[in-house]
């Protein structure tokens, strides 16, 4: 492989962490990062498992682009994109329970995050397998970056804790932070300092 | 290779070649995963029941049966004996009054029909507030923070009576101090609090029942409906 390419890759793949940040830049998958974001963990992984499956369906749709019909690839890749999450699903009950169960239905809604479907249709059916897989990769650690930041606000604001570890006792934490308000007042700060850095 | 064209018959045949590739896919994970997901659940029971029972060395699970309450419907008692000696029941309850719906919990009972313990078995409260229930009506314990350890002082919670561990629901009234019992509700989830409550009652009516049989020196054996259910 030569330099020319492995460079754009890197920047595909810095793009998506940074410039085209899916949560902070482009404000989409707004659904699991505000519901899924109650504790830094549980964002994690909520992130990882979105991971996983963009880099995957991406791999995938990007050598299948050629033999779908341009008028059925909306079902092709929702298809390819499903079948990926319900393997982790599956894997996920079989090895981690208790992730799963704190997860709940966020898992099998990944099928349609705008994030996945967006990455599959707007950049694997017009690049290649390699770049693909860069695109999943910096769009995947981008979402797990920013629903973890988001997650470990929360925790630390709401319960004075951070992966666990308690900082101040839980009862002087802002519960507000924990519930479903406390997610968008989170993430506008975030959203709005990160843009601030960002510019800079 | 060039792109194929929106014939009718590529369409058909692209799609049908990738539900079928999909379809090979998932039915070769699913046979995998079968296993532990079925292992992962079991163990979960298990691990509640040793929560909130005494020691045993016999199998709860095999051994649990059926128990009919006032309300029409059946719990399950799983009982745990050390040797032949009936040391605790642990009863599965619920309630349907939660503030979300359902709450399942494992309520373990010694024979002097005090509360050991318990676990929420499954629940969907609000998570920061009903979902307190896990730890709320248990004993507090002060988990010194970062905070504390580094300044060297102690931030001390409000007093509450909430815990129901050690307690005999003939002697205590549980119910939340609000309706008259001896519980302190969860700040800000009473409905959960009721809840929760209920399912423990519903558990001490169910415990009584079969502590009844096992002082009359009756066999209980596995009824055919409950190894059905442990499947």
């Known amino acids: 492989m030569n330099n020319k390419t492995m460079t754009k890759n890197i920047r595909v793949l810095i793009n998506g962490v940074v410039k085209d940040n899916p949560v902070f830049v482009l404000l989409l998958g707004m659904c699991p990062a505000l519901a899924t974001t109650s504790s830094g963990i549980n ?95 910096g769009i995947g ?60 | 290779m060039a792109k194929l064209s929106s014939t009718f018959k590529n369409m058909l045949l692209s799609l049908f070649f990738i539900c079928l590739l999909a379809a090979g896919l998932l039915a070769k994970v699913n046979d995998m995963t079968k296993e532990p997901i079925a292992d992962a659940k079991a163990l979960k029971l298990e691990e509640a029941i040793k929560d909130v029972v005494p020691d045993f060395d016999n199998n709860p699970v095999t051994e649990s049966y059926k128990v009919a309450t006032d309300s029409g419907d059946s719990l399950l008692v799983y009982p745990a004996k050390k040797g032949e000696e009936v040391v605790g029941f642990a009863v599965n309850s619920y309630s349907d009054n939660g503030f979300s719906g359902n709450i399942q919990v494992m309520v373990g009972f010694d024979m002097g029909s005090n509360v050991i313990n318990y676990a929420v078995l499954s629940h969907a409260e609000t998570p920061g507030l009903g979902s307190q229930m896990t730890s709320w009506f248990k004993p507090q314990v002060h988990e010194s923070s970062l905070i504390e350890r580094i300044f060297g002082f102690e931030m001390k919670k409000a007093e509450v009576k909430s815990s129901i561990i050690g307690k005999n629901p003939a002697t205590t009234q549980f119910a939340v101090s609000k309706d008259g019992g001896d519980i302190d509700a969860i700040s800000a989830s009473t409905v959960t609090s009721r809840a929760f409550l209920e399912a423990i009652n519903k558990a001490y009516v169910a415990y009584a029942q079969s502590n009844d049989y096992a002082s009359t020196g009756a066999t209980i054996n596995a009824s055919e409906d409950s190894i059905e259910i442990n499947e």
Do not use: H, W
């Open chain 1, 43 to 137: 964002g994690m992984s909520m992130g990882l498992a979105t991971m996983f499956v963009l880099i995957c369906s991406n791999i995938v749709i990007s050598t299948l682009k050629n033999l779908i019909p341009d008028l059925v690839r909306i079902p092709a890749f929702i298809v390819v994109i499903a079948t990926f999450v319900t393997i982790v699903e599956m894997v996920m009950n079989a090895y981690l329970p208790a992730l799963a169960d704190s997860l709940g239905i966020f898992i099998p809604l990944i099928v349609v995050n705008c994030i996945v479907l967006g990455r599959a249709e707007a950049f694997a059916a017009k690049n290649n397998v390699l770049s693909s897989l860069f695109d999943g990769i």
């Open chain 1, 141 to 200: 650690l981008g979402f797990t970056l920013a629903l973890t930041a988001l997650g470990l606000t929360r925790e630390f604001i709401g319960t004075g804790k951070m992966f666990s570890v308690s900082f101040f006792p839980e009862d002087f934490g802002m519960t507000l932070f924990v519930l479903a308000p406390g997610a968008f007042i989170a993430l506008g700060y975030l959203v709005a300092i990160f843009n601030k850095i960002q510019r800079e």
